[in-house]
């Protein structure tokens, strides 16, 4: 082979070679362990009846626009329920079962903006009602929607005045678990005041599973360590019942033996 010829062979080898040869893939990694999901919480199967009630099923959202009625205000005298309430600025509310908001933007002007109101519902659904809703009415800071559970209205403990249930309570499928969530929620001197349709009354025209007796209401909340500490009974188809958590007795000291100086 020619000199030249040869130079420029070795020249060509030395760059191509590096191109041909490719170095070893590394070693495949072991297959990544499988994610698991932590594990789901657990509830207790739901009641279909309590202390001798039958529970009535959840309004679903798509009976909004019902909520919302225009002879509601005629129908049950809404205005004389809020004025019932005794609410006063800076108080904070809790509209548990709010649906798409017909109390819960009529609460928030009466608690003013050093007040709150925190719209709790199970369904996402109304929840969305409630935040277009709420486009109705202008300078609205005070409202807090909070998408609770069967068990837990997710509200923060201690840190409400009154917890305001309207036509709601006779659809809880639990709850026992419910009014606990609800009493760790309370101030010290927070209240509980449940709004149902007269079982009593035959005139009022609502399904009988959706009514409830001032009894039972106070059956049923006694049962889970509370009692009525106040009604209102002018309202013309429901039933208004404040309640507070039982003071749990003080025992008396035990006297003290007299000292041996004295």
Not at 9 to 22: D, M, N, R
Not at 122 to 135: D, R, S, T, Y
Not at 190 to 206: A, N, Q, S, T, Y
Request: hydrophobic residues 40%; charged residues 25%; aromatic residues 8%.
């Amino acid at each position: 082979m020619r000199p030249a010829l040869l130079a420029l062979s070795l020249l060509f080898a030395a760059f191509v070679t590096p191109w041909q040869e490719k170095p070893a893939a590394p070693p495949a990694a072991p297959p990544a362990a499988p994610l698991t999901a932590p594990p789901a919480l657990q509830l207790p199967p739901p009641l279909t009846t309590y202390l001798g009630r039958t529970i009535a099923p959840t309004m679903s959202y798509e009976g909004g626009p019902w909520l919302q009625r225009v002879e509601r205000e005629k129908e049950e005298r809404c205005p004389e329920l809020l004025k019932a309430l005794h609410l006063k600025e800076g108080d904070v509310v809790a509209d548990v079962g709010c649906g798409n908001g017909f109390y819960t933007y009529r609460i928030s002007p009466l608690v003013g903006p050093k007040g709150r109101v925190y719209a709790v519902d199970i369904q996402p659904e109304m929840l969305e009602q409630l935040k277009a809703e709420g486009k109705k009415f202008e300078k609205v800071a005070n409202v807090t929607p909070v998408l609770g559970t069967v068990v837990d209205p997710k509200l923060p403990a201690a840190s409400i005045d009154l917890a305001f249930l309207v036509d709601v309570y006779h659809e809880f499928d639990h709850p026992v678990e419910m009014l606990a969530a609800l009493k760790k929620c309370l101030k010290p001197a927070g209240r509980i005041v449940l709004v149902e349709f007269r079982l009593e009354d035959e005139k009022v025209p609502i399904k009988v599973l959706h009514r409830m007796s001032k009894e039972q209401m106070k059956k049923e909340l006694a049962a889970n360590g509370f009692e009525a500490v106040e009604e209102y009974d002018a309202l013309p188809w429901q039933h208004v019942v404040f309640f507070a958590p039982k003071k749990e007795p003080v025992e008396p000291a035990p006297a003290q033996p007299p000292r041996r100086d004295q």
